[in-house]
């Protein structure tokens, strides 16, 4: 088995201030609290000796290698971010932020918020702009229907309602 990955398509590049704070905050912990924690433990375990047995400094290497890289990846991340804080002139319509509400053809309704790849939560109801219904929903209006493909087959859903927080909400 190669350990070759082929590159993940990068995500769309926008975030909600919220998002934003908590991934600010996820590398600040990483950074100056967790990863001087494990540096600490692995001087430790490695001043017991042998370290080709020595599965406390194995253990600890490792976690190190994927602060690093998580580390490496936040700070990429947030250099390229473009912080929405505004609703669009547009309200009318569904861009970044919109919280839309859609009925499918069985009259059930579901709400969602489109956000971006970083802050995305299904059991908040935020779904991902590059997601398959994040896409089929940019751009519509209200009354609008909207079809995605799904696996087994394609689903209809009507938008029955568009809506913008102010910047203070959730």
Not at 88 to 113: I, K
Not at 150 to 165: L, M, N
């Given at each position: 088995?190669s350990?070759?990955?082929p590159?993940?398509p990068?995500?769309s590049?926008?975030?909600t201030p919220?998002g934003?704070?908590?991934?600010?905050?996820?590398?600040?912990h990483?950074w100056?609290?967790?990863?001087p924690?494990?540096?600490?433990?692995?001087?430790e375990?490695?001043a017991q000796?042998?370290r080709?047995?020595?599965?406390?400094y194995?253990?600890?290497?490792?976690?190190?290698?994927?602060?690093?890289?998580?580390v490496?990846?936040l700070?990429?991340?947030l250099?390229g971010?473009v912080i929405?804080?505004?609703?669009?002139?547009d309200?009318s319509?569904?861009?970044f932020?919109?919280?839309?509400?859609?009925?499918d053809d069985t009259?059930?309704?579901?709400?969602y918020?489109i956000?971006?790849p970083?802050?995305?939560?299904?059991?908040?109801?935020?779904?991902?702009?590059d997601?398959?219904?994040?896409?089929?929903?940019?751009?519509?209006?209200?009354?609008d229907e909207?079809?995605?493909?799904?696996?087994?087959g394609?689903?209809?859903?009507?938008?029955t309602?568009?809506?913008?927080?102010a910047?203070?909400?959730g």
């Amino acid at each position: 088995m190669s350990r070759y990955r082929p590159p993940q398509p990068k995500g769309s590049k926008f975030i909600t201030p919220v998002g934003a704070q908590r991934l600010k905050d996820e590398l600040d912990h990483l950074w100056r609290v967790l990863r001087p924690q494990v540096t600490q433990a692995v001087q430790e375990a490695a001043a017991q000796g042998d370290r080709s047995e020595n599965a406390e400094y194995i253990y600890g290497k490792r976690q190190l290698r994927e602060i690093d890289r998580r580390v490496r990846f936040l700070r990429q991340r947030l250099d390229g971010m473009v912080i929405v804080s505004q609703p669009p002139s547009d309200s009318s319509r569904v861009f970044f932020g919109a919280w839309v509400t859609l009925e499918d053809d069985t009259g059930v309704e579901s709400e969602y918020r489109i956000v971006g790849p970083d802050e995305f939560d299904a059991a908040k109801g935020y779904i991902s702009m590059d997601s398959p219904l994040g896409r089929a929903v940019l751009r519509k209006a209200l009354d609008d229907e909207v079809r995605v493909e799904i696996p087994g087959g394609t689903k209809a859903y009507v938008i029955t309602a568009v809506r913008y927080e102010a910047p203070s909400g959730g």
